[in-house]
């Protein structure tokens, strides 16, 4: 029989690489807290309409890469290609964005049937997060501020930002005027993709990846030329925010995102270390969305970051620690012991709640459950043989510290030897005992 395999461009997560991916989580968990951002959960199925009406009939992903299917009501649904929608979307249904000020995040997977490559994935992962109720480019700042620190936090120094404005429908709508002016001039240069979008979108033009058009677009006009005064200022205080704050950016002017609901500021973090795939968190402003989705005129802004490709970069960095391996593994000296062993190790763990202890299970001989205590990473190796029974005794025996030696405790000391001896356990200990 044919063996069943993953779904191309949809992949395990597999144990020997999940720490990576924790370690990363738990440091984007710890900085979205200081930050005072609060953890939003959406389903992965919404209304196919939603992301029509926020992302663009007319953009790549509702055209080509969204997963939709009519369900057994008939009602048209599709897996979630991003999350700001349906951030936007829960936040109107339940009464958080009117007069209100909200930041909130969110983690999770988003799918897109595109063509999978390394760093582009059709089940893919992001941590995104939105802030409903500011419109003034301190929040911009702000949020371009804490995702420095992130790079910071995790060792990353090779990470550069790029920037721009599509200031206010009002001042797009003009520029999109010229622009359509100026490619129907050149459009014997332009590829059929950006000829078929040249009256649909002709800022996604300015994307272009094909070489012929590229030439075409260099010549084109900026957008910061049509740009209103309310632009320019909202543009011009954001980059002297980022000058008072020490952070590095390009003014790309070309930079207009893929999605339809972008206003002002929209920004990307890139990469040359993985290839094509290089932006590693993008966003922007989408000051109308809240109002397009039914909602009234609320200010946001919003940016998402792919797990993979963070991880993929930690990873060629080295910059995430390696796994750790459990703080001991209990060696059981027969079959007749299991029992006291079972019990000792549920003693150990009710009395040392933060211990990571691993049991050996199935038998085998006493250098067999050593080599697999090392294989493991262990600290120490807890044996429980017969002698030891008897004595009321275990024997403790470190693995990575040479020229240690071996150790019988009692077992009611056990628990207060191995809190002196693991520091880690000593840490989260009083971590626990901290008022939050």
């Known amino acids: 029989m044919k063996a069943i395999k993953s779904i191309r461009g949809m992949h395990d997560i597999l144990p020997e690489s999940i720490h990576v991916w924790q370690y990363l989580e738990d440091r984007l968990r710890r900085l979205l807290a200081r930050y005072g951002y609060a953890e939003i959960r959406m389903p992965l199925l919404e209304s196919t309409e939603l992301f029509a009406r926020s992302i663009g009939d007319v953009t790549d992903i509702v055209e080509k890469e969204m997963y939709t299917f009519e369900d057994r009501n008939g009602d048209s649904l599709s897996l979630r290609p991003e999350a700001t929608a349906s951030c936007v979307r829960a936040g109107i249904q339940h009464g958080l964005l009117h007069n209100q000020v909200q930041r909130l995040w969110y983690l999770g997977p988003m799918f897109r049937h595109e063509r999978p490559q390394k760093g582009r994935y059709r089940q893919f992962h992001q941590v995104g997060l939105e802030v409903f109720g500011l419109a003034g480019p301190d929040i911009d700042a702000e949020i371009l501020a804490m995702t420095a620190r992130l790079w910071q936090d995790l060792g990353l120094d090779n990470v550069r930002l790029e920037l721009n404005t599509l200031g206010t429908p009002a001042s797009r709508k003009t520029y999109r005027d010229h622009l359509i002016a100026y490619f129907e001039q050149h459009r014997d240069g332009l590829d059929e ?52 704050l020490g952070i590095a950016y390009i003014h790309n002017p070309r930079l207009v995102r893929g999605l339809d609901y972008y206003t002002h500021t929209v920004f990307e973090w890139i990469t040359d270390d993985l290839g094509a795939q290089g932006t590693v968190c993008a966003g922007g402003r989408y000051d109308g969305l809240v109002e397009q989705l039914g909602g009234r005129g609320t200010p946001a802004i919003g940016m998402a970051m792919g797990l993979e490709r963070l991880v993929a970069l930690l990873e060629e960095r080295a910059a ?16 007749d012991l299991t029992a006291p062993a079972l019990v000792l190790a549920e003693q150990l763990r009710g009395e040392l709640p933060e211990l990571h202890l691993v049991q050996h299970c199935g038998g085998g001989s ?23 029974l008897a004595a009321g005794t275990v024997t403790v025996k470190p693995l990575r510290s040479a020229g240690a030696e071996q150790v019988a405790v009692a077992r009611d000391m056990l628990a207060t030897h191995l809190r002196a001896a693991l520091p880690r356990l000593q840490h989260e200990s009083m971590q626990g005992h901290e008022t939050p």
């Open 193 to 244: 993709e950006a000829r078929r979008r040249l009256y649909e979108n002709p800022l996604r033009i300015l994307d272009s990846k094909h070489p012929e058009t590229r030439e075409v677009v260099a010549g084109a006009p900026s957008l910061m030329d049509d740009l209103d005064a309310e632009s320019r200022d909202h543009f011009e205080r954001l980059c002297a925010h980022l000058d008072a």
């Open 320 to 335: 995430a620690p390696a796994a750790p391996g459990p703080d001991v593994y209990l060696v059981v000296g027969g079959e």
């Open 366 to 388: 006493f250098k067999a459950q050593m080599k697999r205590a090392d294989r493991l990473g262990a600290q120490y190796a807890l044996v429980l043989g017969s002698d030891e």
